[in-house]
Structures are given as structure tokens and as C-alpha cells.
T-cell receptor, first 115, second 116 residues
Framework: AQSVTQLGSHVSVSEGALVLLRCNYSSSVPPYLFWYVQYPNQGLQLLLKYTSAATLVKGINGFEAEFKKSETSFHLTKPSAHMSDAAEYFCAVSDRGQAGTALIFGKGTTLSVSS | GAVVSQHPSWVICKSGTSVKIECRSLDFQATTMFWYRQFPKQSLMLMATSNEGSKATYEQGVEKDKFLINHASLTLSTLTVTSAHPEDSSFYIC????????????FGPGTRLLVL
């Protein structure tokens, strides 16, 4: 069965600092991988996705993630944090991204950004 | 494009009543929609897969008689929480993928249910 592990339930950074949110997956075959962001009392917004094309994926709001098969990782990074990046971030995996396949989510990482 | 709406966004009800939540894909068709439940400070847990024109598929531990799902058209799925109790209070989120294919799930804004 597929699973996703997000290391660190809470990450705190200063404004302008590097953001690194960790995600490791478990799957027998390379899956499709996603990062979503959730602001309080709102739904999920797709940041970026990996679908077996380029291993370095660029998303919205300056975020990017690199798929590393050897490490079964898909860590999310942003060079310089903004206050508006404070939110909950979820890594998710699906079985080769079939339209009829649900996502399996990690437990989430809360990002705090201080001035 | 690819907008999913949910209605209502907030609902407060008395224990024992039933609550219906609608999930609509506004600008695309979705053969399959998914219903998730999220408790405070926790991740999303899949409750069921809603299939247009057929019965929903429920995850283990989810009571199908309590959480009734109807997917009457390619753009609408409803989740009815029957005889709601305080422990059903949660944030319910739906998602949908395009019938035409593609790997991305589009999420609704969620519905917060509070059962008194």
C-alpha cells in the first residue's frame, strides 16, 4: 500500500529564509506526487505535482520540489519565505494519477514565518 | 478552470438531524468525486469514492448508512450525514478529477459541520 510521511509537523522560519518541507513516499512503483497548501478554514490548493516528466518541478508562489527516486523523497523548497507562506502543507501520492484514484495524504506540516 | 464548489460552507445543527452537503464541479465533468474528512490539526482521511450513476465505495470503518452519498450527475455529488451526533463534527472536503483524464484532483473549499 502507498503511504506518505512528512517529517516535522511544524517548521518555523524567518522571513527571507529558506523553506524546506520534507516528504517521503512508499510505493512499489513511481507514483504521482503532489504538494497542496491549506489556509485556515479553506480547502486545498495545488502547489505543484510530479508526473514522471522532469524531476525538478516548479510550482506556484515560488515553490519547487525535486523527485528523488533513490531516496523516495519529494521535498518542497522555497528560497525565500514570505509571511504569506504561513499555512498547512500536505504532501500526497496517487497511483499513477488515474482520474478515478483518490489521493493519500501525509499528516501535514505547519509552516510558521516570523518577521 | 477546474473549480469545485461546496455548499454550505458552514452548518450548525442539533444532534439527531440530517445534514446534506453538496459538491459541484463548476466547469468540468467529473465521473468520480471523493469525500474526505479532516479533524482539527490533522490530515485528510478519505471517506468514500463517489461514482456517477453507481454506488459509492466506502473506506474501511466508514458507515455507509450514516454517510449517504449520491452522485446524480457528472457535476454533482452529495454527502448526507444522517442522524448527526457531536462526534460527526468535522471539516468535510470533496475533490474531483476530470472525466477526460489527468492526474490532478481539484478540491472544494470544504464544509465545516458542528453538531450540538
Amino acid at each position: 500500500a502507498q503511504s506518505v510521511t512528512q517529517l516535522g509537523s511544524h517548521v518555523s522560519v524567518s522571513e527571507g529564509a529558506l523553506v524546506l518541507l520534507r516528504c517521503n513516499y512508499s510505493s512499489s512503483v513511481p507514483p504521482y506526487l503532489f504538494w497542496y497548501v491549506q489556509y485556515p478554514n479553506q480547502g486545498l490548493q495545488l502547489l505543484l505535482k510530479y508526473t514522471s516528466a522532469a524531476t525538478l518541478v516548479k510550482g506556484i508562489n515560488g515553490f519547487e520540489a525535486e523527485f528523488k527516486k533513490s531516496e523516495t523523497s519529494f521535498h518542497l523548497t522555497k528560497p525565500s519565505a514570505h509571511m504569506s507562506d504561513a499555512a498547512e502543507y500536505f504532501c500526497a501520492v496517487s497511483d499513477r494519477g488515474q482520474a478515478g484514484t483518490a489521493l493519500i495524504f501525509g499528516k501535514g506540516t505547519t509552516l510558521s514565518v516570523s518577521s | 478552470g477546474a473549480v469545485v464548489s461546496q455548499h454550505p460552507s458552514w452548518v450548525i445543527c442539533k444532534s439527531g438531524t440530517s445534514v446534506k452537503i453538496e459538491c459541484r464541479s463548476l466547469d468540468f465533468q467529473a465521473t468520480t468525486m471523493f469525500w474526505y474528512r479532516q479533524f482539527p490539526k490533522q490530515s485528510l482521511m478519505l471517506m468514500a469514492t463517489s461514482n456517477e450513476g453507481s454506488k459509492a465505495t466506502y473506506e474501511q470503518g466508514v458507515e455507509k448508512d450514516k454517510f449517504l452519498i449520491n452522485h446524480a450527475s457528472l457535476t454533482l455529488s452529495t454527502l448526507t450525514v444522517t442522524s448527526a451526533h457531536p462526534e460527526d463534527s468535522s471539516f468535510y472536503i470533496c475533490s474531483a478529477g476530470r472525466t477526460s483524464g489527468g492526474e490532478t484532483q481539484y478540491f472544494g473549499p470544504g464544509t465545516r459541520l458542528l453538531v450540538l
